[in-house]
């Protein structure tokens, strides 16, 4: 349940703090008190969309926080999947700074709107007055059915199963029109896929041979280069013998005068590497020769590497070889299209199956349950000063499954004796269709986990003795749930076990909306005035009075 709600900065409202009672709440104040403020800054609360324009001073954010009491609402999973910290006092707040940017957060971990909104619908159902007319909705008429129902699991695995079958579908859809698109297509791909293959590309070639070819054409330097050495050190004037010639030279000073020996060995180690490199400059080349032919050969392989390269604007080996494998699937795809289509027909067969056997669960349910729900709610209906009301709900197979199964529903209603139920909008008058909603909210209530539901303004076109019985349903409904009703008529005020009063006042230099508490006194004199208007009356004190005790 909502235990409190408080608001800052918000349109009228500077600051304001209300603490909810279990049980049934009222709000009442006069038209353009602040009444539809406060539900706007709740509708933040619940997810709803930011407006700049909300804020009262524009120099300092909106803040909105509400304190919930879940613990007997079994939501502990949400936690874990959102990896929030669960409180059985959760905390939820949404802020709104003057820049624009707009945060939420619950138990002070920051989620997104759409976390927001959807942990919120699990909380509070605000019935505003226009949402009247859902009634009229497929989809909340299925609602209605099948929270009685109780479907939910049902519903859930049809859904999901509905989902599947219209991917088959759309993967059918998309394998046909790819055929039809692929056909006119496969010889050209089958040549460049020939063309590829007969490169036989490999990965990593070209750098190679890119490295070969550099090589190659700078061969007769390089064949010339190691000639010359070969020929230096191979006459008369080479000087590694000498090299030796000295480093012998100085170590036989080593008795006689240290530092030669140190020398000699430098030189010794000098004429050694240098039979090392003559050693390998000989055997590289008699390796080394002029091949015009490999040449050629390596140039044409990168001609044709190149030529492949800019007819399918690519850069590299692997990317033609991922182009390679792609034309391969194409036409795998193209050659093999009877046995795709067969097995995605196959997978829809059995996938429409199983959603039929759903669907058929679905609307067995939906069926025994039609009549229970026409019985209570005309009850109800009757017990609201509609003696004759009459409901009826149909459901009629379609050709074609729904998100919500295969068939449709509509629900019929009559008010007058001896006339045959019609379209809603075709009989009911505002005051009728008051009654028919907030019979259907009570009944849906009674199937509903729901911690709170708020009301605003649901008594629209009711007053007297109808709008008594209608505080005494919404009285009731609080037995199993929070009830919050934002209202008008006394007859509803006086059934509350808490009533708050909302009203305007003015400061120096602004006019803010404020709410407060009212204890035995105060509602008896607001209750007066619902009755008599602005000038209170002991008529009106005492009829406030009858009302209050009745309750």
Not at 30 to 35: F, L, R
Request: charged share 25%.
């Amino acid at each position: 349940m909502l235990q409190s709600l408080h608001i800052q900065n918000y349109a009228l409202i500077e600051a304001l703090t209300i603490a909810f009672d279990k049980g049934f709440v009222v709000l009442t104040g006069e038209t353009g008190a602040g009444k539809s403020i406060i539900l706007g800054a709740l509708g933040l609360l619940l997810g709803e969309r930011a407006n700049l324009s909300s804020i009262g001073d524009p120099k300092k954010k909106c803040i909105v926080e509400g304190e919930f009491s879940i613990s007997n609402y079994d939501l502990s999973d949400f936690f874990t999947a959102e990896d929030i910290d669960y409180e059985d006092i959760t905390l939820i707040r949404r802020e709104l700074s003057p820049t624009g940017k707009s945060r939420a957060f619950i138990n002070d971990t920051p989620v997104r709107l759409n976390v927001l909104k959807e942990f919120t619908s699990k909380l509070i159902d605000i019935h505003s007055q226009h949402q009247n007319l859902q009634i009229e909705n497929e989809a909340f008429q299925f609602q209605l059915v099948d929270n009685y129902s109780k479907n939910k699991k049902v519903l859930s695995e049809y859904q999901k199963s509905y989902r599947l079958l219209q991917e088959l579908k759309k993967k059918k859809a998309t394998l046909l029109e790819s055929q039809r698109q692929q056909s006119s297509d496969i010889d050209y791909w089958q040549f460049q896929l020939e063309e590829l293959i007969s490169a036989d590309l490999k990965d990593g070639e070209q750098e190679q041979l890119e490295q070969e070819n550099t090589m190659l054409s700078q061969m007769e330097s390089i064949i010339n280069s190691y000639s010359e050495a070969n020929d230096y050190f191979n006459s008369d004037l080479t000087p590694i013998e000498n090299i030796r010639k000295l480093a012998s030279n100085f170590q036989k000073l080593e008795d006689v005068h240290n530092p030669s020996k140190a020398l000699g060995d430098r030189l010794e180690s000098v004429y050694i590497e240098l039979k090392d490199i003559i050693s390998e400059i000989l055997v590289e080349a008699e390796r080394l020769q002029n091949d015009p032919k490999r040449a050629i050969e390596v140039s044409e392989r990168l001609d044709t590497i190149y030529r492949l390269q800019q007819k399918h604007g690519k850069d590299t080996i692997a990317e033609l070889l991922q182009l390679e494998q792609e034309l391969q699937e194409k036409v795998n795809a193209v050659h093999h299209f009877d046995e795709h289509l067969a097995k995605i027909e196959n997978e829809l067969e059995s996938q429409m199956t199983q959603t039929s056997d759903f669907a058929s669960q679905l609307s067995k349910s939906r069926k025994k349950a039609i009549p229970k729900i026409e019985k209570q709610l005309t009850e109800q209906l009757q017990r609201l000063g509609m003696p004759h009301a009459k409901i009826l709900i149909g459901v009629e197979p379609t050709n074609e499954f729904k998100m919500l199964g295969k068939e449709t529903i509509y629900i019929l209603f009559s008010t007058n004796k001896n006339t045959s139920p019609a379209p809603i909008s075709d009989v009911a008058s505002g005051g009728e269709l008051s009654r028919l909603m907030l019979s259907i909210k009570q009944l849906m209530a009674k199937s509903m986990v729901l911690p709170t539901l708020i009301f605003d303004e649901i008594d629209s076109g009711v007053s007297g003795e109808i709008a008594s019985k209608m505080g005494d349903t919404m009285h009731e409904m609080a037995q199993q749930m929070q009830v919050i009703a934002i209202t008008h008529l006394p007859q509803i005020a006086a059934k509350a076990n808490q009533h708050w009063q909302v009203y305007k006042k003015d400061t120096s230099d602004k006019t803010l909306t404020s709410i407060t508490k009212l204890d035995a006194d105060d509602r008896t004199v607001a209750i007066a005035k619902m009755l008599s208007g602005r000038q209170l009356t002991s008529e009106a004190i005492a009829n406030a009075r009858a009302l209050l005790s009745q309750s």
